[in-house]
Each structure stands twice: as structure tokens, then as C-alpha cells.
């Protein structure tokens, strides 16, 4: 099982939003409770931020303060489709890792932005993989919650 992991608004709220004033990542905890309610999970980074920052920054950036025993379970980053053309299609990014690594099983995206997941021209959205987080909460403990039975059911 993989979760593909956004950070803005999912690891923290959007800062730009309600006034809210949270450090960056102050919801890593809740991510950390997911994969260890889940170890079957492994997580890739979907985040813009995987262009500015190499692997073993996400790492430390998500895992630093109490998560750093699961840091060998993030795997990877999804590709930049930018020179494609395909910028802002997240849904592509991950459609795009999942053949590059031959992945047939379960996924989960966690996510701030349903408009990045917009399935190709003529299709409906398929939200069906995608955990739509509240860009003004980030994760919160009903996300949790909601996250780990639908992880542990599949």
C-alpha cells in the first residue's frame, strides 16, 4: 500500500488561510500515527516541494521530532511532468510512478487540492484514491481516523 503525500495543507495548514499560524509540519504527528496504525504502508512524496528539495530532505522534514523511526518508509517522489506539459496534474504524477514501479496495488493520496486530481479530458473525476484533506486543518484526528480504517480494510 502506498500513500502519495502532499504537504501544504495537509502536513500543516495553509498559513495563507483564516490567519492560522502553525509551524511547518505541526501535523507530522498525525501522520506518523497513521503509518504506524498501517505498517504495511509506504509513503511517496506528491508534494511540490519534492522539485526544490532532494529525498532525504522530505525525509527529515516529515519524520524530524518523533517520527524518525519511520523514515525507511518513505520510498520516494512522484516525477515533475512540468516539461511535458502535464504541470498540475498530480493525478498523472502519481498514474506515472505507479507504472514506473510496476505498482498494481492499493493507493491512497493524501491531499488539499481535488482540482489536481481532474482525470483526462472527457472523464469524470475519479476521487475514489484520493483522502481530501481541509487546507485550513491539515490533517486532523477524524482524517486519522477515517485514514486507518479505510488503510486497514483494503
Known sequence: MI??????????????????????????PALWRIMRACPHVQV????????????????????????EDLAHRFVGTTPDLENEGRYGRRDLEIRSWLDDHSHAGSWLALDDMPDLFAGEEGEARDYGNLHLVDHRTGLTDVDVLEIVERLTSL
Open 44 to 67: 511517496v512524496f506528491s508534494t511540490t516541494w519534492r522539485v526544490s528539495y532532494p529525498l532525504c530532505e522530505l525525509v527529515k522534514f516529515t519524520t524530524q521530532g518523533g517520527g
Open 3 to 28: 500513500i502519495f503525500l502532499d504537504f501544504d495543507g495537509v502536513l500543516h495548514p495553509i498559513r495563507c488561510v483564516g490567519g492560522i499560524d502553525e509551524p511547518l509540519f505541526s501535523r507530522a
